[in-house]
């Protein structure tokens, strides 16, 4: 009895135990070790990292969002913030599939004989693709494809070995890998779960490089295949689109339904519906019955967030009847409902904005160019051109506006003071009603959800309760005006409710006097004894609107001034910037009939005479030909109509540089980049004109951009608005620094003029004027401009000589160097163009000094980056982030490597 216990109890759960210990070891290839190994991989370690990518994956495929107005990929694998967001989840995965290799691995005689292996490099070369680590992930690819050549795990390694490069947008690569893929098919026979993929692959290859003949074949033969009913509405979604696009209504109606019957997002449904209007047959469509049916989905709540697209929609069905005005009505709704999708409200309020300008209704047009612009992206084909619009229209607003405005002021100060007083209080009347309006709106957006809904009626009601009088403080245009100013002075803003009723120009700052409670009949002139009014801020006080009249002779003189200079403005914008010649001659004229003794007046007459010349209207020419040879017959204008070829060669050295700048802009809208680089070094370098040189500059910038990196851009942009800070140009480059330079602060203007001078002479004394701007001297003074924070973040600088040193290579050895030393320190490689052929190539970022000395020691000892570079071509240099601006600002290298040597070498 005892014995039995003894086996029992002891014996048998401790040959168990051995049993197990053995199985434990990888040394041997066993039926016993490869059972248990193969048993614990899978439904241990791989199992639980498996489940930790595919919960990663679920939640990228619950953030990201697509964008339904462009085409859609076949996949959306996030942005990089994205995938940031996931990166736990995947870092756990590879972690699992990590331990899961070197644990149970039984590689004997270069065979793997744990089947779940090469699933746990699977999972980690996938974790690091969704992670957007391409260069890991391919790496971890390379190795199975290599180590499991002619099995089904190298063909699907393959796959997202390739997808690495359509991500990177390395199409070139992308091809040599398919090459190389179909010549491993033609080896094998795939099973379904690779057959499935193929063609999805190739369309998604062909969607990115814009070749949608090819992709739809293939599209079309992923649908067969595929199982997934959210993958299927998606590629019906994406087919639809391409037929859209063709023209091909009747077939993008068929994959549009098919979408709305399916599983698929609600967001995705809802978007086929609102393509599925847009793809309406006027020969074999039913409109009525389509619109009624984008109508009822305007009073869906669920739909709220999406009204702008089914007003768009609505819009589109309105142009086939050719009805403007219920196109219009339409878009201005979709703008004013489009609350998230910034690209819907650029398209809407861009065609409106057109629909404006050709009607020449040039108030409303900027309001809405203004409105296209906050939201257009920059690499949008037409971003320059219409910024350039947005700003021609907005001096034409704003030199309108101020006509109107002194002209309203001059009217009511010639009014009798009981008729002022009615005035007034109208103003205060109807301010006192917009503030109700907008207190009472305000109460609905806080208690109710659904309060869109009503908001487009609500605004109608605003904006047609502005009447259409010629007084400033009534002219929704002019009152459009005062928000474009506001943004133009304070940065960009949100199109918002009633935006236009915000008078900006009407208030002016002043001290505060009670004058309430006037009535038509009342005095609204300060009380016996006194001779000035106390203004006010308050737009329902009298003295607000009465302290801005022109009583005065000085402050009438003051306020014709304004009109003349405005009405000058006019007629050469709409002269040149708009080709609008009958505006042009209808403000030139008006300037010379209501101030005829203007100082610019032989110059207006002169415009006046080449506008009649090239219309050509021979009477307008010989009238104001006749006014200048008899009114100001000594005048250079004069000479010019007597002889053409008057000071030929002046006016020839001074249109050489609008020449050139108009083949460097027409090179630039041609795409012509590293022509308009030539043309702007050419300029730069030949001409001094304080004008065209910024644009030259500007264009310049652009191109650097296209052709070396936006880094480069930035700097160049950065340095324009430094140069130039009141140029017309310079709100062009902040706003394009703005988008691509948020994280980066502008480089500060100096604190004063002098200061701002000194800065411009140190550019040109020490920019690169020679072969070595680190030329060695005996100067070890070290400039206290430098501050030294030891803890801040680092980059590390490679000045290279780009007249010698081809900088790509350099660049890539450099990338080489970091992937060998320091893959996991997530460093980025960029270079930027400087003066005189030299670029400095940044290596970012370090996360204190040591980190970057770090870095440092161990380059300058590394043969290899430099072993095919003349020494005197080179330096080595570490920079906190602080010293990085005022470093590439005062272009001081020696003084800032005398800083360097001091604090960093010592």
């Known amino acids: 009895?005892?014995?039995?216990?003894?086996?029992?109890?002891?014996?048998?759960?401790?040959?168990?135990?051995?049993?197990?210990?053995?199985?434990?070891?990888?040394?041997?290839?066993?039926?016993?070790?490869?059972?248990?190994?193969?048993?614990?991989?899978?439904?241990?370690?791989?199992?639980?990292?498996?489940?930790?990518?595919?919960?990663?994956?679920?939640?990228?495929?619950?953030?990201?969002?697509?964008?339904?107005?462009?085409?859609?990929?076949?996949?959306?694998?996030?942005?990089?913030?994205?995938?940031?967001?996931?990166?736990?989840?995947?870092?756990?995965?590879?972690?699992?599939?990590?331990?899961?290799?070197?644990?149970?691995?039984?590689?004997?005689?270069?065979?793997?004989?744990?089947?779940?292996?090469?699933?746990?490099?699977?999972?980690?070369?996938?974790?690091?693709?969704?992670?957007?680590?391409?260069?890991?992930?391919?790496?971890?690819?390379?190795?199975?494809?290599?180590?499991?050549?002619?099995?089904?795990?190298?063909?699907?390694?393959?796959?997202?070995?390739?997808?690495?490069?359509?991500?990177?947008?390395?199409?070139?690569?992308?091809?040599?890998?398919?090459?190389?893929?179909?010549?491993?098919?033609?080896?094998?026979?795939?099973?379904?779960?690779?057959?499935?993929?193929?063609?999805?692959?190739?369309?998604?290859?062909?969607?990115?490089?814009?070749?949608?003949?090819?992709?739809?074949?293939?599209?079309?033969?992923?649908?067969?295949?595929?199982?997934?009913?959210?993958?299927?509405?998606?590629?019906?979604?994406?087919?639809?689109?391409?037929?859209?696009?063709?023209?091909?209504?009747?077939?993008?109606?068929?994959?549009?339904?098919?979408?709305?019957?399916?599983?698929?997002?609600?967001e995705m449904v809802f978007n086929a519906r609102i393509n599925l209007a847009k793809s309406f047959d006027i020969y074999t469509g039913d409109k009525a019955s389509l619109e009624k049916q984008l109508k009822r989905m305007l009073k869906d709540s669920k739909n709220t967030e999406y009204f702008d697209q089914v007003y768009y929609a609505l819009a589109e069905l309105a142009t086939l009847d050719n009805n403007d005005t219920l196109v219009m009505h339409y878009l201005k709704l979709s703008v004013a409902t489009s609350t998230k999708n910034d690209y819907q409200k650029s398209s809407s309020s861009l065609q409106l904005a057109d629909m404006f300008f050709k009607k020449q209704n040039y108030e409303m047009a900027a309001s809405y160019y203004d409105t296209t612009i906050q939201t257009l992206p920059l690499e949008h084909p037409d971003y320059v051109a219409i910024n350039s619009k947005t700003l021609t229209l907005t001096e034409l607003v704003k030199n309108l506006s101020i006509v109107q405005y002194e002209d309203s002021l001059q009217k009511l100060a010639r009014m009798p003071e009981a008729e002022l007083a009615a005035v007034i209080k109208k103003i205060i009347e109807k301010v006192e009603k917009e503030e109700e309006l907008k207190k009472e709106l305000e109460e609905q957006q806080q208690n109710e959800t659904n309060i869109l809904t009503n908001v487009p009626n609500m605004r109608n009601e605003n904006i047609s309760s502005v009447g259409g009088g010629g007084w400033y403080f009534y002219n929704p245009s002019a009152i459009s005006f005062g928000y474009s100013e506001f943004m133009r002075k304070w940065g960009r803003r949100k199109l918002e409710d009633n935006w236009r009723l915000s008078n900006k120009r009407a208030i002016v700052q002043f001290d505060e006097v009670s004058l309430d409670g006037a009535k038509p009949g009342d005095s609204l002139l300060p009380a016996s004894g006194t001779d000035t009014i106390k203004s006010s801020t308050d737009p329902k006080k009298p003295q607000t609107y009465i302290a801005q009249l022109p009583k005065t002779p000085e402050a009438l003189a003051a306020s014709n001034k304004e009109i003349a200079m405005a009405l000058l403005n006019l007629g050469y914008i709409y002269k040149d910037g708009l080709d609008d010649i009958p505006h042009s001659i209808e403000s030139f004229e008006e300037l010379t009939q209501r101030f005829p003794d203007n100082k610019e007046i032989s110059r207006i007459y002169y415009q006046l005479y080449l506008i009649g010349a090239g219309i050509p209207d021979e009477a307008m020419t010989k009238k104001y030909s006749d006014i200048i040879l008899n009114q100001f017959g000594d005048s250079d204008y004069a000479q010019l109509i007597r002889d053409p070829d008057y000071n030929k060669d002046v006016l020839a050295r001074k249109n050489r540089a609008s020449s050139l700048y108009e083949e460097t802009y027409q090179a630039f809208k041609r795409g012509q980049y590293r022509m308009v680089l030539l043309y702007s070094n050419q300029a730069i370098a030949e001409y001094k004109d304080k004008d065209l040189i910024p644009r030259f500059e500007y264009l310049r910038a652009l191109s650097l951009g296209k052709t070396v990196s936006v880094d480069t851009m930035v700097v160049a942009l950065n340095k324009l608005v430094l140069d130039a800070p009141n140029h017309p140009i310079t709100p062009l480059a902040k706003e394009i620094l703005q988008k691509y330079d948020k994280s980066k602060p502008l480089i500060q203007e100096a604190a004063s003029g002098a200061n701002t001078a000194q800065k411009s002479d140190s550019l040109n004394a020490e920019a690169f004027s020679g072969p070595d701007p680190f030329i060695e001297s005996n100067d070890t003074l070290v400039p206290d401009i430098y501050k030294l924070n030891l803890s801040q973040t680092h980059f590390f600088i490679m000045m290279v000589d780009g007249n010698t040193v081809n900088v790509s290579a350099t660049k890539t050895r450099i990338s080489d160097f970091i992937f060998k030393n320091f893959s996991a320190a997530n460093l980025s490689v960029n270079a930027i163009v400087l003066d005189a052929g030299w670029q400095m190539i940044s290596i970012s970022s370090f996360r204190n000094s040591q980190a970057a000395m770090d870095f440092y020691n161990a380059i300058i000892v590394n043969e290899y980056v430099t072993s095919s570079i003349n020494k005197k071509d080179f330096k080595y240099l570490v920079i906190s982030i602080d010293n990085y601006p005022i470093f590439y600002r005062e272009k001081k290298y020696n003084g800032y490597l005398n800083f360097f040597r001091k604090n960093y070498l010592k």
């Open 1 to 266: 009895m005892k014995l039995k216990i003894f086996f029992r109890i002891i014996l048998i759960p401790l040959l168990i135990g051995i049993a197990l210990l053995y199985s434990c070891s990888t040394k041997k290839n066993t039926f016993t070790r490869r059972a248990y190994h193969n048993l614990t991989t899978h439904y241990n370690i791989y199992w639980n990292g498996n489940e930790s990518f595919k919960s990663g994956k679920n939640d990228l495929a619950e953030s990201v969002a697509d964008n339904y107005n462009l085409i859609l990929p076949v996949y959306n694998f996030g942005t990089p913030a994205e995938a940031k967001k996931i990166s736990s989840s995947m870092d756990r995965a590879i972690d699992k599939a990590g331990v899961a290799i070197p644990r149970h691995s039984l590689f004997f005689k270069n065979v793997e004989y744990n089947k779940w292996i090469d699933d746990c490099y699977l999972l980690i070369g996938k974790a690091q693709f969704y992670k957007q680590d391409y260069s890991n992930s391919r790496r971890t690819m390379e190795y199975l494809m290599k180590q499991y050549a002619g099995t089904t795990t190298e063909l699907e390694a393959s796959i997202w070995y390739m997808r690495t490069f359509l991500q990177q947008k390395r199409y070139d690569d992308a091809v040599t890998q398919v090459e190389q893929f179909e010549t491993r098919l033609s080896k094998q026979n795939p099973p379904y779960k690779i057959r499935r993929e193929i063609p999805l692959l190739y369309a998604d290859y062909y969607l990115q490089t814009g070749n949608l003949t090819a992709a739809k074949t293939n599209l079309k033969q992923g649908l067969v295949l595929a199982s997934d009913p959210k993958l299927k509405a998606r590629i019906n979604f994406i087919l639809g689109q391409i037929a859209q696009k063709e023209k091909n209504f009747a077939e993008a109606t068929e994959y549009y339904t098919n979408v709305i019957k399916s599983p698929a997002p609600f």
